[in-house]
């Protein structure tokens, strides 16, 4: 066994220890932090593939911003963690289904040569002048360009979508129309008033 091979186990079982105390731990900041254990070993995974730009995006979006805000949203509120078990029972025949399929499925991409599949050939080593990033950009924009602005569009809907269902108008919000400003005119906005000079009262009294 070669030390990538022996780094590639060790990083995996991390990855499924980290994976599963994501869904096991009681503790929502713990599970959290699992989570953040979890992008950190795949992203060794990824540069084990070569695959650097991955990686560090993984890392500097997931890590940094997502799971950040994950934390924050968690500590800031005060869940109730006897009144997110209440209904567990009740998921678990849908849950142990689900994860059935799950593993089912697992199951037919690992065991490729026993189900007739083709198994993943070894990444092959590139020079020093190989970029992963415009390799990647060249296959996005250019063979899976569709599906790459398929998921930009359904990804803008759900955002739309997101934004639609938690709008909550107020009684007492004040609102502007785009459409009656454009309509606005100068006459109806600043109004000339003519007024005669006059003297105060105090330096009429002086003179």
């Known amino acids: 066994m070669n030390f990538e091979t022996f780094v590639f186990y060790l990083f995996s079982a991390i990855l499924l220890f980290a994976a599963v105390r994501v869904i096991t731990a009681r503790n929502p900041v713990h599970s959290a932090l699992f989570l953040v254990l979890a992008f950190f070993t795949a992203a060794g995974l990824w540069l084990l593939l070569e695959a650097e730009f991955l990686a560090i995006t993984l890392v500097l979006v997931y890590v940094g911003a997502v799971m950040v805000l994950f934390l924050f ?3 800031m509120l005060d869940i109730n963690l006897d009144r997110l078990r209440e209904g567990f029972w009740d998921y678990l025949p849908l849950a142990a ?9 697992m199951g037919v991409v690992l065991g490729g040569k026993y189900f007739g599949l083709t198994q993943m050939p070894t990444p092959v080593t590139h020079g020093p002048e190989y970029s992963n990033t415009k390799e990647l950009g060249r296959l996005l924009y250019t063979e899976y360009v569709y599906p790459f602005e398929i998921a930009a569009v359904i990804l803008l809907v759900a955002i739309v979508a997101a934004i639609a ?12 129309d785009p459409a009656q400003q454009v309509r606005v005119r100068r006459q109806d906005r600043v109004r000339l008033v003519s007024m005669p000079a006059e003297k105060s009262t105090d330096a009429a009294a002086e003179e």
């Open 73 to 75: 949203v968690v500590m």
């Open 165 to 176: 269902l938690t709008l909550r108008r107020r009684k007492n919000a004040k609102s502007q």
């Open 97 to 105: 289904i689900v994860a059935v399929l799950m593993m089912l499925e």
